[in-house]
């Protein structure tokens, strides 16, 4: 896929609307356009990666970056205490529809494990 493709490389480019809560050096957050909990929230790098198995020796950093945004938003949306889920899918078979690695950070309902 190349960035032109890309919706999340559109978001980042201000192509398509998003409701952008969190913004860093490597990393934005939006809301997701179809919310499976009361905060569905997407972390996503700035630079374009399509799937996890796309990662390069060196991207630890822009990984790190993901984990770091989604600490930050926990504790703004007031999930710190009550627990929160962040999931990362790799390939259609695990339910990856947008090839743009993307955290996604799940809370405000309980959150039952195995998933899907
Ligand atoms: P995946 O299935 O790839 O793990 O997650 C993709 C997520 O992106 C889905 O939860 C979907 O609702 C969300 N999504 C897809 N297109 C858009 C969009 O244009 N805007 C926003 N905010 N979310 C989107
Ligand atoms: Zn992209």
Not at 23 to 50: G, K, M
Not at 61 to 68: A, K, N, P, Q
Not at 79 to 100: I, K
Request: charged share 20%; hydrophobic share 40%; net charge negative.
């Amino acid at each position: 896929m190349i960035r032109e493709d890309c919706m999340f490389c559109r978001i980042l480019d201000g192509e398509i609307p998003a409701d952008i809560i969190h913004e860093s050096d490597a990393a934005i957050a939006f809301r997701d356009i179809n919310p499976q909990a009361p905060t569905h929230v997407l972390i996503i790098p700035r630079r374009h990666i399509s799937t996890i198995n796309d990662l390069d020796a060196g991207d630890e950093e822009v990984v790190g970056s993901l984990f770091m945004a989604a600490k930050d938003i926990a504790q703004q949306e007031g999930l710190a205490e009550d627990g929160y889920r962040v999931v990362m899918n790799c390939g259609e078979g695990a339910g990856q529809s947008v090839f743009h690695i993307h955290l996604h950070l799940l809370g405000g309902r309980l959150l039952n494990w195995p998933p899907g």
